[in-house]
């Protein structure tokens, strides 16, 4: 399965149904789990799920790079963000595109490898004619409840206006789609925080079967007042019934929910200053880089993985002067989560960043981190890329003190350990001694 822009994992109903839905089923691809993986909370075992064309072999080949240990959404930091990112896709789909999404639901909520929940589903979207709030709703005409294949917007997911007075002209609005968000982000936290951990799978909160029309307007009425929100963190409480309210004009705005204190605070603030890095200008880059460890020695190491470290290596290629900032980032990631996942998520970056010649400040950096890099990744990702840099940063005339670091570095017997004689004597060697007999430096001829 995949999306023209990327791939997807599952979609949140893949997740809600505990793949019921899906070949296999939960314990089938459960047995793809690493040996010492646990399956804890909501996501753990959805990574599992993942078919691309129905190819088997390679779901199996993903489980050692891909699946393993990424989506465990135990924490409602990860569900909240995931809220936010799909109250900001309607909000972009009602005040730029001018439409409706009509059908909000689980199924139309899909999730990227790298933990992006994003909106798609397009297909009963309606728009907006001029400037109006509101759009007259052609669904949901025939109230005779039907077994076949629904061929309108799931009612377990609309509010009471989509079947309210019968089979009279009705009306949907900006909040309609935002009423579906609620309930699609209830049953989320729900599941996840209660029945997940029951061993339970997703049961909807408006209780109407084969899109009924004439049942759904009465069973919206009756099961949104039986709502329990004792589950639901704190900050979202309110949120949630600001969304649920029954009158669509009394419903929080997109607005409201975007610029609500929760998204504002605690790990969601340090999550939205990091999605923002890339605008800022190089002082603010750098101040938000330095202050990032103290603030995300709480997080779990999948958003490390899967969140802080991709925005830090897309930073890193963008913005060569910034190694000088990052690489202490990724020691101190490197350090709160797998060796493996690790170098799944910052190979590719250190690659561009160790070749990597015309900034002075990101050589010298790379140097200063070089025994990190063999202790992270392994010999040949040594030998081929940060020999090579110690390499450039001794050709770098006019740089003495980038030099006299690589000198020194070079001369550690960790160096001497990673690579072949051969290298050694060829490409180290030669240089190190050039570099020396030039050098005034005392020390520098002292640590040759």
Same mark, same amino acid.
């Given at each position: 399965?995949?999306?023209?822009?990327?791939?997807?994992?599952?979609?949140?109903?893949?997740?809600?149904?505990?793949?019921?839905?899906?070949?296999?089923?939960?314990?089938?691809?459960?047995? #793809? /789990?690493? !040996?010492? $993986? &646990?399956?804890?909370?909501? +996501?753990? *075992?959805?990574?599992?799920?993942?078919?691309? %064309?129905?190819?088997?072999?390679?779901?199996?080949?993903?489980?050692?790079?891909?699946?393993?240990?990424?989506?465990?959404?135990?924490?409602?930091?990860?569900?909240?963000?995931?809220?936010?990112?799909?109250?900001?896709?309607?909000?972009?789909?009602?005040?730029?595109?001018?439409?409706?999404?009509?059908?909000?639901?689980?199924?139309?909520?899909?999730?990227?490898?790298?933990?992006?929940?994003?909106?798609?589903?397009?297909?009963?979207?309606?728009?907006?004619?001029?400037?109006?709030?509101?759009?007259?709703?052609?669904? #949901? /005409?025939? !109230?005779? $409840? &039907?077994?076949?294949?629904? +061929?309108? *917007?799931?009612?377990?997911?609309?509010?009471? %206006?989509?079947?309210?007075?019968?089979?009279?002209?009705?009306?949907?609005?900006?909040?309609?789609?935002?009423?579906?968000?609620?309930?699609?982000?209830?049953?989320?936290?729900?599941?996840?925080?209660?029945?997940?951990?029951?061993?339970?799978?997703?049961?909807?909160?408006?209780?109407?079967?084969?899109?009924?029309?004439?049942?759904?307007?009465?069973?919206?009425?009756?099961?949104?007042?039986?709502?329990?929100?004792?589950?639901?963190?704190?900050?979202?409480?309110?949120?949630?019934?600001?969304?649920?309210?029954?009158?669509?004009?009394?419903?929080?705005?997109?607005?409201?929910?975007?610029?609500? *204190?929760?998204?504002?605070?605690?790990?969601?603030?340090?999550?939205?200053?990091?999605?923002?890095?890339?605008?800022?200008?190089?002082?603010?880059?750098?101040?938000?880089?330095?202050?990032?460890?103290?603030?995300?020695?709480?997080?779990?190491?999948?958003?490390?993985?899967?969140?802080?470290?991709?925005?830090?290596?897309?930073?890193?290629?963008?913005?060569?002067?910034?190694?000088?900032?990052?690489?202490?980032?990724?020691?101190?990631?490197?350090?709160?989560?797998?060796?493996?996942?690790?170098?799944?998520?910052?190979?590719?970056?250190?690659?561009?960043?160790?070749?990597?010649?015309?900034?002075?400040?990101?050589?010298?950096?790379?140097?200063?981190?070089?025994?990190?890099?063999?202790?992270?990744?392994?010999?040949?990702?040594?030998?081929?890329?940060?020999?090579?840099?110690?390499?450039?940063?001794?050709?770098?005339?006019?740089?003495?003190?980038?030099?006299?670091?690589?000198?020194?570095?070079?001369?550690?017997?960790?160096?001497?350990?990673?690579?072949?004689?051969?290298?050694?004597?060829?490409?180290?060697?030669?240089?190190?001694?050039?570099?020396?007999?030039?050098?005034?430096?005392?020390?520098?001829?002292?640590?040759?």
């Amino acid at each position: 399965m995949a999306f023209v822009t990327e791939r997807i994992v599952c979609s949140l109903a893949d997740l809600l149904s505990r793949f019921e839905q899906i070949p296999g089923r939960y314990n089938w691809h459960a047995n #793809y /789990l690493e !040996p010492n $993986a &646990t399956i804890t909370g909501m +996501l753990r *075992p959805y990574a599992l799920c993942i078919y691309y %064309e129905d190819r088997i072999d390679f779901l199996i080949l993903l489980s050692s790079e891909i699946l393993v240990c990424i989506f465990d959404i135990d924490t409602d930091v990860e569900i909240s963000h995931g809220f936010l990112q799909i109250a900001e896709a309607l909000q972009y789909l009602h005040t730029v595109r001018k439409k409706l999404h009509m059908n909000v639901s689980p199924e139309n909520v899909v999730l990227t490898p790298g933990g992006e929940w994003k909106l798609c589903g397009l297909g009963f979207a309606l728009a907006f004619a001029n400037d109006d709030n509101k759009i007259a709703i052609p669904y #949901y /005409l025939n !109230p005779v $409840a &039907t077994k076949s294949m629904l +061929l309108e *917007p799931d009612l377990k997911y609309r509010g009471q %206006e989509m079947t309210e007075a019968g089979g009279t002209l009705r009306y949907a609005f900006a909040s309609s789609d935002l009423f579906s968000l609620g309930v699609t982000m209830y049953e989320t936290y729900r599941f996840n925080l209660q029945l997940a951990r029951a061993g339970r799978s997703n049961v909807s909160i408006i209780n109407v079967s084969n899109n009924n029309v004439e049942d759904h307007y009465h069973r919206a009425l009756q099961d949104l007042e039986r709502l329990d929100y004792s589950m639901i963190p704190q900050g979202v409480q309110q949120i949630l019934r600001g969304m649920l309210q029954l009158p669509a004009h009394g419903r929080l705005s997109n607005i409201d929910i975007i610029n609500n *204190p929760f998204f504002h605070s605690g790990a969601l603030a340090i999550m939205r200053n990091l999605a923002s890095i890339a605008s800022k200008d190089q002082g603010g880059q750098a101040s938000t880089l330095t202050s990032l460890p103290s603030q995300i020695c709480d997080f779990p190491p999948r958003l490390l993985e899967n969140y802080v470290l991709p925005v830090i290596c897309n930073l890193g290629r963008k913005e060569p002067s910034m190694w000088k900032y990052s690489l202490p980032l990724y020691v101190f990631i490197s350090s709160k989560i797998s060796s493996q996942a690790y170098a799944r998520a910052a190979t590719s970056s250190l690659i561009t960043g160790l070749s990597e010649t015309g900034n002075v400040d990101s050589l010298a950096a790379f140097v200063a981190h070089a025994e990190h890099l063999l202790e992270a990744l392994d010999k040949e990702f040594f030998a081929k890329y940060v020999v090579t840099m110690l390499c450039n940063a001794l050709d770098k005339q006019g740089e003495s003190a980038v030099q006299g670091s690589a000198i020194s570095v070079m001369t550690k017997d960790f160096v001497c350990g990673a690579i072949s004689s051969e290298q050694f004597l060829n490409e180290v060697v030669p240089r190190v001694c050039r570099e020396t007999c030039k050098s005034s430096n005392f020390e520098v001829k002292v640590s040759f």
